[in-house]
């Protein structure tokens, strides 16, 4: 030991705040306790400071181990593949760079393609390597549209994790959906326990799990403590009726239209209206029968509207809200509510036997035809009835571009999806080639991916005009983001005559040949990327 340190260990100040003190102020303003002005005054501070943290250590007394955390559960899923294990870990690492003026060159946007691959991994029924976990839960955080996806994949290790860091408590509150951290289903016992003790994200993991395969036991389970839970919990847990919604819910629904919170009784009410053949609906047909007739008295059979004049108690107990928002009138609010709720099938008696698609195309008097069509197109999404979507969406060449009741894009794409995978995929591509891709965003949304045949070829075809015709290629950087994620990876090798720099018309944008040319390049390196994730994900053939 240096002379200083032992002048200094001889007169060591009492006080580690002292020392902390000393070193603020600076050894040229106040001098170390037991050393003199000078030089070696800061190797004196610093001699103090390390004998002065010696004595703390040394003077601490052992504490009593803290309880070791219980192992996290087993994954009994098989393990990825390792080569998509390290596909897993290059989505993950990558994050969105800063902008440089708006244009992303040739590479692939890997973070867009993570929600596909988790879906692909998912569907094969892969567990996540451990190592993942932590990244994996950061991008869900980041992200809550990958939440139920990741927690799927990432398993019952996810939740275990999630307990020792504040920035995972989402996991424990979003629904895993697997049911891997849940109870056997015949296990009485197991799945009781759990839904009275559980986390709310087990519990809503339970009912979906028990609904899918035995809907009866889950309305049981949950009627059994219906008037403890709380307000925001019945909701959540009512939601999950959906599933497998039958005539034997009826009874259970028809309670909850009593129940103290509004949503609750909303959502109740939108249950019952989907049952064509309960008490509710039917109630529902009488009053919107009474509002709408036909009138036979004018040159051309006419729907007749009478909106109700009054919202009584019967009403607000079946849901309809009597209050209507800012800028709607009353009757209209009401009158809406009534249609949207009445069983669509209940109308061709009411209206002379006519079809849906008869019933659409009769004039409506007064300037009722778009309430009554819009509550219509409500009517045909909640009940899932293909006939009457079609009847109001119309023919996609139409010059309307869709039916009298389709009023906006979102409820045409609504009613799209009511339809089954390759009638939308034809709808949708016969509107791209009639009114090409400005509108088509929404619809493409609602199509099944990866795209089926007729819709990719729509899609290419109308790029390649939009290029061919110098368009400013920003305005279609949407449709090209979707088609890198949506179509069929098999494509790739029918687009590469697309990726030359087109000749520029002379009334075309400066630049936007090279920009299509790297869209297009783009678009092929993605698609061929993400044939390769799905090899990856394909366990080899023993």
Do not use: K
Not at 63 to 86: M, V
Not at 94 to 120: C, F, I, N, Y
Not at 411 to 428: C, F, I, K, P, Y
Not at 444 to 469: E, H, Q
């Amino acid at each position: 030991m240096s002379r200083t340190t032992t002048a200094v260990g001889t007169s060591l100040p009492d006080s580690w705040e002292e020392l902390v003190t000393t070193a603020l102020l600076g050894t040229d303003r106040r001098t170390p306790a037991g050393s003199v002005p000078g030089p070696d005054a800061p190797s004196a501070l610093l001699d103090a400071a390390a004998v002065a943290t010696v004595r703390r250590r040394a003077g601490l007394r052992p504490a009593r181990a803290a309880e070791r955390p219980r192992p996290a559960p087993d994954d009994p899923r098989p393990p990825l593949p390792s080569a998509a294990a390290r596909r897993l870990a290059m989505l993950l690492a990558d994050r969105p760079g800063v902008s440089g003026g708006g244009r992303r060159g040739t590479a692939p946007d890997l973070m867009e393609l993570l929600p596909q691959w988790l879906a692909a991994a998912n569907a094969r029924g892969f567990a996540a390597p451990p190592a993942a976990l932590p990244a994996l839960l950061d991008a869900a955080r980041g992200r809550t549209d990958l939440r139920p996806a990741a927690l799927r994949f990432a398993g019952p290790r996810a939740l275990w994790l999630a307990r020792f860091n504040p920035d995972w408590r989402f996991a424990l509150r979003s629904t895993p959906g697997d049911g891997t951290s849940t109870p056997r289903l015949h296990d009485t016992e197991g799945v009781r326990r759990l839904w009275e003790e559980g986390l709310f994200a087990e519990r809503v993991a339970l009912l979906a799990a028990l609904r899918s395969r035995r809907p009866a036991a889950a309305r049981e389970l949950l009627a059994a403590g219906w008037a403890t839970e709380r307000a925001e919990d019945r909701l959540m847990f009512l939601d999950s009726l959906r599933t497998g919604l039958g005539p034997d819910d009826e009874p259970f629904l028809e309670q909850a239209l009593a129940d103290r919170s509004r949503n609750v009784r909303a959502t109740a009410a939108e249950l019952l209206s989907a049952l064509p053949g309960s008490a509710l609906a039917e109630r529902m047909a009488v009053r919107a029968g009474a509002c709408v007739a036909v009138d036979h008295t004018r040159d051309t059979p006419t729907l007749a509207v009478e909106a109700p004049h009054e919202c009584d108690a019967g009403m607000e107990r079946d849901g309809v809200v009597a209050r209507a928002p800012a800028g709607r009138g009353e009757r209209s609010w009401w009158l809406g509510q009534l249609v949207e709720a009445a069983p669509l099938g209940s109308w061709s008696r009411r209206l002379g036997g006519r079809t849906p698609r008869e019933i659409v195309a009769l004039p409506v008097a007064d300037g009722w035809q778009g309430e009554l069509h819009a509550a219509w197109c409500r009517a045909a999404v909640r009940q899932r009835d293909a006939v009457w979507s079609r009847a109001l969406l119309g023919e996609p060449s139409a010059p309307e571009a869709g039916g009298p009741g389709a009023v906006s894009l979102a409820e045409r794409a609504q009613l799209l999806g009511t339809l089954d995978a390759a009638e939308r995929a034809e709808w949708v591509a016969g509107f791209i080639e009639t009114h090409g891709l400005s509108e088509a965003f929404q619809l493409l949304g609602v199509c099944a991916v990866p795209w089926a045949a007729p819709v990719g070829r729509a899609v290419v075809d109308a790029l390649n005009i939009a290029r061919d015709a110098g368009s400013y290629p920003w305005s279609f950087s949407g449709v090209m983001g979707l088609a890198e994620r949506c179509l069929d990876p098999s494509e790739a090798g029918h687009l590469d005559a697309l990726l030359a720099v087109p000749d520029e018309p002379e009334d075309a944008s400066p630049g936007a040949g090279g920009y299509w040319s790297e869209a297009f390049q783009r678009l092929v390196t993605t698609l061929r990327l993400r044939a390769a994730m799905l090899t990856e994900l394909t366990p080899a053939a023993t």
